[in-house]
């Protein structure tokens, strides 16, 4: 329950926090793009590559962490892509992120006066994609803050692998989970071209609580945003795929096409 609490406080202060951040710049003034401006229908595609790092814990409290440079070993990758479309205060977006990840830790054990080899292993693929519909709560000549809700639907397979000197184990999971959010995302442009993005959502339904966050800096070119930043995800379960809890958060580097 304090886990809940403390990701419910964190979702709430980022929202809070970014909503001060957008009426701070939008005091500033200096940029002459103006979100005010914007009438008629204007579509965004989303093409991102992401390297998370992984933190996920069994049903049976088994912990293990995959970090970001065993990902790059194993040559494995996560990608994402997203469609936006708005008109005047409205928007729509649906978001996909797809993971094939895997990884190992070994280490050693004194059982019965000998040392032993141990390891464990991980093979996870996950399919993500949040869809909502939102309105301008906030539209200015350099600052614009939606509110939304929608969904976010989690489908995933995990194999975990042990092995205590030759004796060894596997379980194989899959499952999917649906649920409900709430949130804010914005943008903020300053310095001519340039523009920080921000992004925070939480929610429940199949699992306990789900919740996300994302930042990003961005630099516009004619017909493109170029955009870095950091993404955070994690999920609260019972039981999906044998796993209890599952955190995903890593850097984010990709492009927003405007047509």
């Known amino acids: 329950m304090r886990d809940i609490i403390s990701k ?36 965004n595609a989303d093409i991102y590559g992401w390297l998370p790092q992984i933190n996920l814990e069994t049903i049976r409290r088994d912990e293990m962490e995959l970090p970001l440079w065993q990902i790059l070993q194993n040559l494995n990758f996560t990608a994402m892509a997203g469609l936006t479309a708005q008109n005047g205060r409205w928007t729509g977006f649906s978001d996909f992120i797809y993971m094939n990840l895997q990884g190992t830790r070994t280490s050693t054990a004194n059982i019965i006066g000998r040392s032993v080899e141990t390891g464990v292993g991980i093979k996870m693929q996950a399919l993500i994609n949040t869809t909502a519909v ?11 803050l939606k509110a939304f809700a929608g969904t976010r639907y989690l489908w995933l397979k995990s194999d975990l692998s042990f092995n205590i000197g030759r004796a060894g184990g596997e379980v ?20 001519d071209r340039y523009f920080v993005t921000y992004y925070g959502d939480v929610g429940t339904g199949q699992s306990d609580l789900t919740w996300q966050a994302l930042g990003g800096l961005g630099y516009r070119f004619d017909r493109f945003d170029a955009v870095v930043g950091w993404r955070y995800l994690d999920w609260n379960f019972s039981d999906t795929a044998k796993m209890d809890d599952l955190t995903v958060n890593g850097p984010f580097a990709g492009i927003k096409v405007h047509f």
Do not use: C, M
């Open 8 to 43: 419910l406080l964190i979702a709430a202060g980022l929202a809070v926090g970014s909503w001060s951040a957008a009426i701070a710049q939008d005091a500033s003034g200096g940029n002459p793009t103006s979100f005010q401006s914007d009438h008629g229908w204007k579509f």
């Open 134 to 144: 939102g309105y301008s709560v906030l539209q200015t000549d350099n600052t614009e």
């Open 172 to 191: 194989v999971g899959q499952g999917h989970v649906w649920d409900g959010i709430v949130g804010l995302r914005g943008q903020t442009n300053f310095a």
